[in-house]
């Protein structure tokens, strides 16, 4: 009889907090997402990761450096074996971008991203996902925003100078789904 009595307590205990194991998650409309962000505008900013790049399950992970000064983004990006592979160049105000790949991956890297972003200027958007956070990440720890037919997830956060940072960001599209794994941020 204790026995049964003892499980019975332990069942209804356990059951009491599964719904606190559930991942805490919230779907934002872009508008939603836009209408919850500070004005602070960035002069500045470094941005030092992991990605990994998965376009139909094939998969390529790396580093990426990413400095912003001047108005002018320059995005290094490494292979796991620490190799500098590519450089991507913004600017700013003309909302202009610069590829520069080796000489191996020339035509194959300028391909890959026209099939990511479509347009090499929507890879500004990306930019502003990863320096602009949703404030909803104070309470929860997984967020994704809707934007256009991209699929933007915030997954996890953690602290660093202060600043509440997303530990993952996802941007999803069909088949392609681009991973950073912020390391360090410094604004």
Do not use: H
Request: hydrophobic share 40%.
């Amino acid at each position: 009889m204790r026995i049964t009595l003892v499980t019975l307590i332990f069942l209804f205990l356990a059951g009491c907090s599964l719904p606190y194991l559930k991942k805490d998650t919230e779907i934002l409309s872009y508008d939603e997402y836009k209408k919850a962000l500070f004005s602070e505008k960035t002069n500045q900013f470094k941005i030092n990761g992991k990605l990994s790049l998965f376009v139909n399950k094939k998969g390529q992970s790396g580093k990426i450096l990413w400095n912003f000064e001047n108005e002018k983004d320059t995005i290094d990006i490494f292979n796991p074996f620490n190799s500098k592979i590519a450089e991507i160049i913004l600017y700013e105000p003309e909302k202009k971008v610069v590829l520069n790949f080796t000489k191996d991956n020339n035509q194959d890297s300028e391909e890959l991203i026209s099939k990511i972003f479509g347009k090499k200027d929507n890879i500004f958007f990306l930019k502003k996902f990863i320096i602009n956070p949703p404030q909803q990440l104070l309470k929860k720890n997984n967020i994704t925003i809707k934007y256009k037919n991209w699929n933007v997830q915030y997954q996890g956060k953690k602290i660093i100078k202060n600043r509440l940072v997303p530990k993952i960001i996802v941007f999803k599209k069909n088949n392609i789904s681009l991973k950073i794994f912020i390391s360090d941020l410094m604004l």
